[in-house]
């Protein structure tokens, strides 16, 4: 999602399919790449994870893992991946995980562990030898609600069926959480049970003769059982409405394309390059993609910002090229030990790369930063005069240190935390933060917050101690410590091209107020600098109630059309034919 990262913890994406009784044949020194699964047995349940072995250009491997119950679709790229037909090994050391496994050929998988904080046993087998499970009769949309304590919350479970298998999510309706996996769906007769592992639920119901009405407790770890009856309201499964998401065919050319960056070994990033009607030559935007590993489209909960940009933006007369973050979706390289800057070197490549074709007007080629993005993109404008302007789209005017903790303060406040709490929680991140980005190594920075993160701590800050690992590891790793480390106004100084910033008035991540000032100090030299407040808008650019991240799925506009018109009009103004 093109977001500034929460201090709050990014749960860990662990999961698996249940391999009971899997067999495999002997294991092929040419059949390395694929889809591998297991099954980790915690203490909330079964999880299933899936290893994605992708083969790379100069035909080694590469690889992610996904978390088919916790987060179905998301894919987290290895820092380290090693297979071959005696063992596998990785390492993702954004989550603080590691795995190292041996060829069992009779078993016909991988027998290994699995380490994160804990140690658990892990075996890896082939994916097609997993059976698909499929549930009966239990498809459709349930709606119930849940009564504690004089609050009442709002779900809808959510299952479906198709060619693999049966799967569950939640919405948590009332507080705006939607897509919540469920694990564990099981029917014996009419006794249906599954867990939500985000929420530490677990839940066991009957349904009723017709099979319309399911029945049965809610349990929670430090909670009184509560008693929650759903009900069907259709058969079919409710998809999030995108109306904005482009559908082919277009008015304009759609070109895939590979890009390598010479200066970063096994870096090859793949795009789509939108091209106008006619000859050109045309004005051009690189899209920079926010935080985390994003798709060429910045997908986040269906959302597809960049398609919706890349599409207003071409069909008005603007070349637009947009691409997968390296070692993401088709792009190869490694993400999670990469930085801003070994990203700002990405960007780099793809400009060089566009102002070298034909149909491009070379003197008018720009960048068009989201969130991280819209780091990246002064950073390259103050050394490349080629470039031509930027736009900044929720972009940071400010230091990390303090994005953190402006972050943290208006989460905490939107979600209603008292002012006492705001006040403990402002002394709280500044320790963490400082002790992450002003210890000499990683090592000191895990000590410091070893002893930092208390039991209580993590409580007050939401997370359990069984966490605390992760918590670190998130802190504590390349990419935090140097956007910690980063100060915007070291490059803004140097930024003389054209400017565009906008913020929504409502982004929680990159608070408007201080952001914007930064940006309108560190740009006081250069005499094209506009900069906008746009209400009611929250980070994605979405018209928005309150600006929480929960909010952005329930939201069915995916970019806001006044946002849209108002910078394909400031392109076009300076650039267009």
Same mark, same amino acid.
């Given at each position: 999602?093109?977001?500034?990262?929460?201090?709050?913890?990014?749960?860990?994406?662990?999961?698996?399919?249940?391999?009971?009784?899997?067999?495999?044949?002997? &294991?092929?020194?040419?059949?390395?790449?694929?889809?591998?699964?297991?099954?980790?047995?915690?203490?909330?349940?079964?999880?299933?994870?899936?290893?994605?072995?992708?083969?790379?250009?100069?035909?080694?491997?590469?690889?992610?893992?996904?978390?088919?119950?916790?987060?179905?679709?998301?894919?987290?790229?290895?820092?380290?991946?090693?297979?071959?037909?005696?063992?596998?090994?990785?390492?993702?050391?954004?989550?603080?995980?590691?795995?190292?496994?041996?060829?069992?050929?009779?078993?016909?998988?991988?027998?290994?562990?699995?380490?994160?904080?804990?140690?658990?046993?892990?075996?890896?087998?082939?994916?097609?030898?997993?059976?698909?499970?499929?549930?009966?009769?239990?498809?459709?949309?349930?709606?119930?609600? &849940?009564? /504690?304590?004089?609050? @009442?919350?709002?779900?809808? &479970?959510?299952?479906?069926?198709?060619?693999?298998?049966?799967?569950?999510?939640?919405?948590?309706?009332?507080?705006?959480?939607?897509?919540?996996?469920?694990?564990?769906?099981?029917?014996?007769?009419?006794?249906?049970?599954?867990?939500?592992?985000?929420?530490?639920?677990?839940?066991?119901?009957?349904?009723?003769?017709?099979?319309?009405?399911?029945?049965?407790?809610?349990?929670?770890?430090?909670?009184?059982?509560?008693?929650? %009856?759903?009900?069907?309201?259709?058969?079919?499964?409710?998809?999030?409405?995108?109306?904005?998401?482009?559908?082919?065919?277009?008015?304009?050319?759609?070109?895939?394309?590979?890009?390598?960056?010479?200066?970063?070994?096994?870096?090859?990033?793949?795009?789509?390059?939108?091209?106008?009607?006619?000859?050109?030559?045309?004005?051009?935007a690189v899209l920079i993609s926010g935080?985390?590993? @994003?798709? %060429?489209?910045?997908?986040?909960?269906?959302?597809?910002?960049?398609?919706?940009?890349?599409?207003?933006?071409? /069909?008005?007369?603007?070349?637009?090229?947009?691409?997968?973050?390296?070692?993401?979706?088709?792009?190869?390289?490694?993400?999670?030990?990469?930085?801003?800057?070994?990203?700002?070197?990405?960007?780099?490549?793809?400009?060089?790369?566009?102002?070298? @074709?034909?149909?491009?007007?070379?003197?008018?080629?720009?960048?068009?930063?989201?969130?991280?993005?819209?780091?990246?993109?002064?950073?390259?404008a103050a050394y490349n005069r080629e470039?031509?302007?930027?736009? &900044?789209?929720?972009?940071?005017?400010?230091?990390?240190?303090?994005?953190?903790?402006?972050?943290?303060?208006?989460?905490?406040?939107?979600?209603? /935390?008292?002012?006492?709490?705001?006040?403990?929680?402002?002394?709280?991140?500044?320790?963490?933060?400082?002790?992450?980005?002003?210890?000499?190594?990683?090592?000191?920075?895990?000590?410091?917050?070893?002893?930092?993160?208390?039991?209580?701590?993590?409580?007050?800050?939401?997370?359990?101690?069984?966490?605390?690992?992760?918590?670190?590891?998130?802190?504590? %790793?390349?990419?935090?410590?140097?956007?910690?480390?980063?100060?915007?106004?070291?490059?803004?100084?140097?930024?003389?091209?054209?400017?565009?910033?906008?913020?929504?008035?409502?982004?929680?991540?990159?608070?408007?107020?201080?952001?914007?000032?930064?940006?309108?100090?560190?740009?006081?030299?250069?005499?094209?600098?506009?900069?906008?407040?746009?209400?009611?808008?929250?980070?994605?650019?979405?018209?928005?109630?309150?600006?929480?991240?929960?909010?952005?799925?329930?939201?069915?506009?995916?970019?806001?059309? @006044?946002?849209?018109?108002?910078?394909?009009?400031?392109?076009?103004? /300076?650039?267009?034919?």
């Amino acid at each position: 999602m093109g977001r500034m990262r929460n201090l709050a913890i990014a749960m860990t994406q662990s999961a698996l399919m249940l391999c009971l009784g899997l067999t495999a044949p002997a &294991l092929a020194d040419d059949h390395l790449a694929g889809d591998w699964l297991g099954t980790l047995s915690t203490p909330n349940g079964a999880l299933r994870l899936m290893v994605h072995a992708i083969e790379t250009g100069d035909g080694g491997l590469t690889a992610t893992l996904e978390s088919l119950d916790q987060a179905p679709g998301q894919r987290i790229p290895m820092s380290e991946f090693f297979i071959d037909d005696t063992e596998m090994r990785f390492e993702i050391s954004a989550l603080g995980a590691s795995y190292q496994g041996e060829w069992d050929a009779q078993a016909g998988h991988y027998d290994g562990e699995f380490t994160q904080g804990a140690t658990l046993e892990l075996d890896f087998a082939r994916a097609e030898a997993a059976p698909v499970i499929v549930i009966d009769g239990l498809d459709g949309s349930w709606t119930g609600q &849940l009564d /504690r304590d004089a609050i @009442q919350l709002e779900f809808t &479970l959510n299952v479906e069926t198709g060619n693999d298998g049966t799967w569950a999510s939640l919405d948590s309706v009332t507080q705006g959480a939607y897509g919540i996996p469920v694990a564990g769906l099981e029917r014996e007769g009419d006794t249906i049970r599954f867990r939500v592992p985000a929420a530490n639920v677990t839940y066991e119901g009957q349904l009723d003769a017709d099979g319309s009405v399911l029945t049965g407790n809610w349990q929670r770890p430090g909670f009184d059982d509560a008693v929650v %009856r759903f009900e069907r309201q259709s058969i079919e499964v409710a998809h999030p409405n995108r109306p904005q998401t482009p559908v082919a065919p277009f008015p304009y050319r759609e070109i895939d394309v590979r890009i390598d960056n010479p200066v970063a070994e096994g870096v090859t990033l793949a795009g789509t390059l939108t091209l106008p009607q006619g000859e050109g030559p045309f004005p051009a935007a690189v899209l920079i993609s926010g935080s985390g590993p @994003q798709d %060429r489209n910045e997908t986040v909960w269906t959302h597809q910002p960049f398609a919706v940009l890349a599409d207003h933006l071409t /069909r008005n007369g603007i070349a637009v090229l947009r691409y997968d973050d390296r070692g993401y979706a088709d792009s190869t390289g490694d993400f999670a030990s990469s930085t801003s800057m070994d990203f700002a070197s990405d960007a780099q490549a793809v400009t060089e790369w566009l102002r070298t @074709q034909p149909a491009i007007n070379a003197n008018a080629v720009g960048l068009i930063g989201h969130s991280e993005g819209g780091l990246i993109a002064p950073v390259l404008a103050a050394y490349n005069r080629e470039i031509a302007y930027i736009v &900044l789209l929720a972009g940071p005017g400010t230091d990390g240190q303090e994005i953190i903790l402006d972050q943290s303060i208006a989460a905490a406040r939107a979600a209603g /935390r008292s002012e006492a709490d705001l006040e403990r929680l402002h002394g709280l991140v500044l320790e963490i933060t400082d002790a992450a980005c002003s210890a000499p190594d990683e090592a000191a920075a895990r000590t410091a917050l070893d002893e930092i993160l208390t039991p209580e701590v993590l409580t007050f800050l939401g997370a359990t101690p069984d966490q605390k690992s992760l918590f670190i590891g998130q802190n504590v %790793r390349a990419w935090q410590r140097a956007f910690l480390n980063h100060d915007p106004a070291e490059y803004l100084v140097d930024v003389d091209q054209p400017v565009l910033a906008l913020n929504g008035s409502l982004d929680l991540q990159v608070v408007p107020g201080p952001n914007l000032a930064g940006l309108e100090t560190g740009l006081a030299h250069n005499d094209d600098v506009t900069l906008m407040e746009l209400p009611g808008l929250n980070h994605m650019f979405q018209t928005a109630q309150t600006g929480t991240i929960p909010e952005y799925a329930q939201i069915e506009e995916t970019f806001n059309p @006044q946002a849209l018109a108002l910078i394909e009009d400031w392109i076009n103004t /300076r650039f267009g034919q």
